[in-house]
Structures are given as C-alpha cells and as structure tokens.
C-alpha cells in the first residue's frame, strides 16, 4: 500500500513520464544507430584497407602515441579524426575488437566509464546512445534519412547541442541528390508527415542551408521548427552564390514538374540571424518548387556588415534568372509570416526585393515588427505601391517603430487595401 501510494504522487507521476520518455526515444532511435554504426565501421575499416589486418591487441591506447602496427593505427587516427570531441573512449573496446565489432568502434564514441563491459547495442542506455550520435557527426545524413527515407510519420527532436559538418562532403551531396531522385521511382506522398525540431543549438550557416534545403527536396509534408539557435556566418561569401547556381541547373535536370500535392513548413522562433543569413534562407525557400509556409517569431536579423557581398549577390541575381527557363509562376504560393521580429530597413527593402524576383505568387505579412529607421520604411511603402506585380494589402505604424506590412506578389486576387498612416 506504501509503495501504491508513492507512486500515487504528483512527483513520482512526473519521473514516471520522464522516464517512459526516455525509453520510448531510446527505442526509437536504436534501429537508426545501428544502422550508422555499421556504416562508420565500414568507412573505418576502409582507411586500413591496403594494410594487412590485425586482430591483435596493442592496449594501452593513446591519441598519439605510436601503435606498432599500421592496420591499427590507421584505424586510430581515423576514429580520432571523426570524433567530434577528439577524446575517444580507447578504454572501451580492445583493438582486437575493432576489425569485426562495429559495436566495439561504437563504443569508442560513448562516455569513457559505464560501457566497458557491454557486449551489444541492447544492453547501452539513452545517454551512451546519445553521445554515439553526436560524437560521430553524423546528424546531417540523419536528417536526410528521416526526411527522405522513412516513409513514414517521424517526430525528431535535437537540443543543446552544436552541429558541424565536412563543408565540402556537403556540396558533393547537394550535387548528386537530382541523380539520386531520378533513380528513386517512389511517387511524392501526403499520406505522412515528418516532424523536425532543433532547439538551443549552434550549426554554421552551410549546415543550416544544407538541412533547409533536405527539408525542401523531401517530396512530402515536412513540419520544421528551429527555436532559440545560432546559426554561425560564414567567412566564404561566394559558397551561397556557387550553390544557388548548382540549383537552378539540378532543377533543369529534374523532370518532376511543380508539386502542390505537400507542404513544407518552417517556424523559425526566437532566433537570432545576420541579414545576410536571412536573405539566403528567403531565397531558397522562394526557389523551392512548391508550395512553403515559413514563420518567424520573435527574430532578430543583424544589419548588413558586407555591402560588397550584397552588391554582387544583387547582380548575379539577374544573371540566375536568366539560367532558370521556368516562367512566372501562380500554381502555388509562398506565404512568408514574421511576427515580433527586429530587423534595419536596409534588411526589409532586399527582402521585398527578393520576393519580387521570385516570378511566382507570395504572400507576405509582418505583424508587430520593429524597423528602422522610420522614414526609410514609408519611402519603401511609396515606392511598392507604384510596382505592377507587387500590391501593399496592409500597413499600419504603430508607436515605437513597431509595424504592420501585408503585401502581394503575383496574386491575381486582389483584397481591398488599407493604408494607415
């Protein structure tokens, strides 16, 4: 009855929760880790390939110091490598082990003390399950499977964490992933939803293009949160623009024609961006394809710190559109929402920019945003008003800065305007 009565309160309920929690998301990711398990061993292994293999054990083992034997000591300069902490847990797994265990290397990329003595993935709790998946770098590939393999509904959820990323393994992805959807004969589907959220981290800019644009090519209903992250800029300026250009000549080599049949949807919350990190998210969502719900709340877009960099993304913009043959599209809409978001009127002016050229319907509305300077945003209100595709629907000044824009870009339905001033 005393045991009965424990669990009966409002504490033990809640560790009850928790824990059920926890072992569900244990039980959920288990069949993903072995998977990536078997694939780091094999990439592991073939570091050493043009050795003679060992199975004997070297022990102790350093991060440094000599091994003598070169299979093994390839093979651990390689896991040294991979590890995004750069201390992997030598005294976990044998080097006997390592030629024919995959959970033995994987092991290597857990805590150093509590999984010495387990002999299979079964027997590892959520948290060295957990320090496999970060220590081995492997998150942007997970995305892509979630997004573009599950076949069907997925919840993933990612915090406190930072994510980095071979850049360059990136953009070769990028450029095989046309080829690759022309081989899959799987046809678009909607009878499922993949569910993302990425909360309290860090991720460099590529990263994050890299994870919006698995996001955008997925084929079904995605559902994407990103909460309270920093994206990191990066120093290269030219990478977006090489990327942008990859794009349009991936999309003349899909033959799938625009899809209204699913719905990506982006919530960007409480986030804070450069304006140049902004602008590239706007413009690949502009240039998905397809129809994309995007939400920002409470944001705050640094001002430009390279004038240079926006000029010459400005005149290559044209030189983009002229590779792209699509001609103006209204079979679907882009519907851009910010709420509550701070950004320089320099920063809003590209945005309305960016949306014109975009040769496709977009709606477009921010509600409660602070923008300055003040003055610099009427001469903008006055200068979209004369623009033939473009339709002002709402606009309001409040005080303190704050406003209210609504406005349509290549929608033939026009709403009655109200103009506040």
Known sequence: MASKMAFDSTESQNW????????????????????????????????????????????????????????HEKLRNEINAIHKRKKPSWRNASTDTWRDSEFAVAKLFMQQTGYDDKSSFDEIDFNGLAAFIYNCGQFTKNVEILSDESRHSVKCELSECKIEDDLAQLQVEMENKATLQRMDPRPISTDY???????????AEA?????????????????????????????????????MENQVALQRMDPRPVSTDYTIDFTLSFI???????????????????????????????????????????ENQAALQRMNPRPVSTDYTIDIKLFHTTMSAAAFRRFVS???????????????????????VRNLIVEMKSQAALTVTHFVKHPYKIWDISFLVNVKVLPDVLLTF
């Open 16 to 71: 009850l929760r928790q824990w059920k929690a926890v072992f569900v998301t244990r039980t959920a990711l288990l069949p993903s880790v072995k998977s990536k398990a078997s694939h780091l061993h094999n990439g592991i292994l073939q570091k050493a390939s043009n050795e003679q293999t060992c199975s004997s054990d070297h022990s102790p083992i350093s991060d440094k110091q000599p091994i003598h034997c070169r299979y």
């Open 193 to 203: 939803t993949i569910y993302i959220t990425l909360s309290s981290m860090t991720m």
């Open 207 to 243: 990263v994050f293009r890299r994870v919006v644009s698995m996001v955008i090519q997925s084929r079904h209903s995605v559902e994407f949160e990103f909460s309270k992250c920093k994206i990191e800029p990066e120093e290269d300026v030219t990478k977006f623009q090489v990327e």
């Open 272 to 314: 804070t961006m450069s304006a140049t990190v902004f602008r590239h998210f706007v413009t690949m969502v502009i240039q998905s394809g397809h129809f994309v719900k995007c939400k920002f709340l409470a944001c705050a877009i640094e001002p430009e710190r390279n004038e240079t960099q926006l000029q010459v993304e400005i």
């Open 354 to 376: 960016l949306v014109k050229q975009s040769r496709h319907s977009v709606k477009c509305e921010l509600e409660r945003c602070r923008i300055t300077p003040k003055q610099d």
